[in-house]
Every structure is written in structure tokens, then in C-alpha cells.
């Protein structure tokens, strides 16, 4: 099974890349949980996880998170000193 580990690596890594370069404004280990996420959840489904699948719906998560946060910032968290 190495072999496919290490292709699921590969993998993982040219998407995160890619994402990385369309969502400069996450940093890069956020990216890698979402590519990570997002094939751990389909294989879960028993869905095919093809590269294609993998890259659009992780855009999708991430274009959700991004338009998610409104233009003023997010607010600081309760009881949390500045």
C-alpha cells in the first residue's frame, strides 16, 4: 500500500499547490487540511475521489470560507484580551 499512499500524497500536494496559488490568502497547511478533508470525506462516502472532484470541491469550501467572512474582519473572540 505505500505505493498508493505515496500517490495520494503526490496528489494531495499538487492540488494543495494549486489552491495555494488561486487562495493566496489562506496560508498553506489550511489548504492541505482542506484537500486532506475533502478526500478522507468522499472516500468515506464511497465516492471515486478523482483528482478533478478533489480540487473542485475543496475550491468550493474554500471560495465558501472566503465569502463567509464579512469586509469588516471577523470580530475577536469573547473574553479574549487585546
Not at 50 to 58: F, H, L
Amino acid at each position: 500500500m505505500p505505493a498508493l499512499a505515496d500517490h495520494r500524497s503526490k496528489t494531495r500536494n499538487t492540488l494543495t499547490q494549486r489552491l495555494c496559488d488561486e487562495f493566496a490568502t489562506f496560508p498553506l497547511d489550511a489548504v492541505y487540511r482542506c484537500v486532506a478533508d475533502v478526500q478522507a470525506r468522499m472516500a468515506h462516502l464511497g465516492l471515486d475521489a478523482t483528482p478533478a472532484r478533489v480540487e473542485r470541491m475543496a475550491r468550493e469550501h474554500l471560495t465558501g470560507i472566503l465569502k463567509s467572512e464579512p469586509p469588516s474582519g471577523r470580530a475577536p473572540a469573547e473574553g479574549v484580551d487585546g
